[in-house]
C-alpha cells in the first residue's frame, strides 16, 4: 500500500480506536457476565452476530434467559456506536478537514 507519513499516523490512531473499543467491549461483556464466548465474540467482531443468534434461537450459545439475550444485544448495539461510529465518524472527519485544508 502506498503511505505517506501523515496518513501512517492516521491509520495507527483508527486502529488504535479499533482496538480501544474492542478492549471495553470486551470488560463490558465480562463485567455483564456474559461469558468467555461473548467476549471473544468481540475480539473477533462477531458480538452482534453472536446477541441476533441468541436472540432468535431456542438455543442460545450463551446462559441466561430470553430477557439477558435481548438485553445484551441492545448494550451491544450501544456500544458499537458510543465506542466505533461516533469515534470513527468524528475522526474521519477532521481526516477530511486536515486534507481539504493542507490540498
Known amino acids: ?9 492516521s491509520g495507527f ?9 474492542q478492549v ?3 470488560i463490558i461483556s465480562l463485567a455483564l457476565g456474559q461469558g468467555e464466548v ?7 467482531g462477531a ?5 441476533t443468534y441468541n436472540v432468535l434461537t431456542d438455543r442460545p450459545l450463551t446462559r441466561g434467559t430470553k430477557a439477558d439475550h435481548e438485553m445484551a444485544f441492545t448494550i451491544t448495539r450501544g456500544e458499537e456506536i ?7 465518524g468524528f475522526y474521519q472527519c477532521l481526516v477530511l478537514l486536515q486534507m481539504a485544508l493542507t490540498g
Open 1 to 9: 500500500l502506498l503511505q505517506s507519513e501523515t496518513t501512517k499516523q
Open 13 to 21: 490512531v483508527t486502529m488504535g480506536l479499533t482496538g480501544f473499543s
Open 24 to 26: 471495553v467491549q470486551t
Open 38 to 44: 461473548a467476549a471473544f465474540a468481540v475480539f473477533i
Open 47 to 51: 458480538k452482534p452476530l453472536l446477541d
Open 82 to 88: 458510543a465506542l466505533q461510529s461516533l469515534p470513527q
